[in-house]
């Protein structure tokens, strides 16, 4: 379902206010019961949305993490420290209502830590994703029908935790907790998750540009399915879920409700962060001929629609997932545009200078 401009438009002129943390509703009512939750992780891009959300619903919440990244973040929340690689004594002894495992990448580490946290957790949600999913995955697929990517030797634990095994290795860390708690485990698949705190480039790109107020060089298809969800949205309705104590299995966390469209979504927000840039669409095949870089610009890459982009999200919405407008994102993004650095490897599309470089050449063939 293509979204149209008008309705976009519409949307955006719904900007809420910020509360004290980008992304959080304003106004939050306690939860129904309080929790004592446990995460792995905290510190990185999903974790303090979910931590904030938690505290503003009245949750007690301890994080485990090394301490080496943001440890003065959250002075409130008990922090215990350890390793996933093996040094889990901080954890040992102790109670907690739920777990939410942010920092999960090999299975041995899922493993552990599902058989330590057993018995002494009442929920297992584990943050997977969507790569976890075979090349197969067909628009007709759900969290059941789509077979799991796999890779050649399931116990090579070497290497970068983005490199060519993430998907499959998050697939085995899925397995693992499944296997330790059963219908107590919760594997959430995100797509491509953004908003306040992304370390990766594929909106912020679009953002920078558009704030600069230039030309913008757009490649492919203007009308490819793109799915993007905020972190904000996913976290709130992972606490939710967590409080309500009935979710069990896997939920594709993918938005919005449909897939957005490549040139609505992009002059959307364009009108939205109020810039006077201009979009040039350029199609692969010419910009290819022109450079040999090879920029990654995220969902917009290759020709034709992806399976990926159009991920079924039924379940999850079927159990509260829900999605604030993308401009609400887009106007916390902006407020913090650079208080994140881009995290190696995750830049988006070329840089300014060679853009440049390519529409003039685009514009002076079109004469």
């Known amino acids: 379902m293509k979204t149209s401009r008008r309705s976009f438009i519409r949307s955006a002129s719904t900007l809420a206010a910020l509360a004290a943390f980008p992304g959080l509703a304003c106004t939050q009512e306690p939860a129904r019961k309080s929790l004592n939750l446990l995460v792995l992780g905290g510190t990185g891009f999903i974790g303090p949305h979910e931590i904030n959300y938690a505290l503003s619903r009245g949750h007690k919440v301890s994080m485990f993490n090394r301490g080496k990244t943001a440890p003065g973040m959250f002075p409130q929340v008990e922090n215990l420290i350890g390793d996933r ?66 890779m050649d030797d399931p116990s090579d634990e070497s290497g970068s935790i983005y490199d060519q095994h993430y998907g499959p290795r998050k697939a085995l860390c899925e397995q693992e907790v499944a296997r330790v708690f059963g219908d107590k485990a919760i594997n959430v698949r995100p797509g491509i998750i953004t908003g306040t705190g992304d370390p990766t480039e594929r909106l912020r790109h679009w953002l920078r540009r558009m704030v600069a107020g230039n030309e913008i060089m757009v490649p492919g298809q203007d009308d490819l399915p793109v799915q993007y969800i905020d972190a904000a949205d996913m976290c709130g309705w992972m606490i939710r879920m967590l409080e309500d104590g009935s979710g069990s299995g896997p939920y594709n966390a993918c938005g919005a409700k449909d897939p957005y469209v490549a040139r609505p979504l992009l002059e959307g927000l364009v009108e939205a962060t109020g810039s006077t840039s201009e979009l040039t669409w350029i199609d692969w095949e010419w910009i290819r001929a022109q450079t040999s870089a090879n920029p990654n610009y995220g969902p917009w890459y290759g020709e034709g629609p992806l399976a990926f982009m159009q991920v079924n999200n039924d379940r999850a919405m079927a159990a509260g997932l829900s999605f604030r407008p993308i401009a609400d994102t887009v106007k916390d993004m902006i407020a913090k545009l650079d208080e994140v650095p881009v995290r190696e490897g995750r830049r988006g599309g070329f840089s300014a200078e060679l853009e440049a470089e390519l529409l003039q050449k685009w514009h002076a063939k079109q004469v």
Do not use: C, P
């Not at 907690?96 to 299975?107: Q, R």
């Open 85 to 150: 690689n093996g040094q889990l004594d901080s954890l040992k002894g102790r109670e907690w209502d739920a777990v939410i495992d942010n920092s999960g990448f090999f299975a041995s580490h899922a493993r552990q830590s599902a058989e330590l946290l057993y018995g002494h957790v009442d929920q297992y949600m584990f943050v997977s994703s969507i790569s976890a999913y075979a090349e197969s995955l067909t628009l007709e697929d759900d969290e059941f029908s789509a077979e799991y990517a796999v």
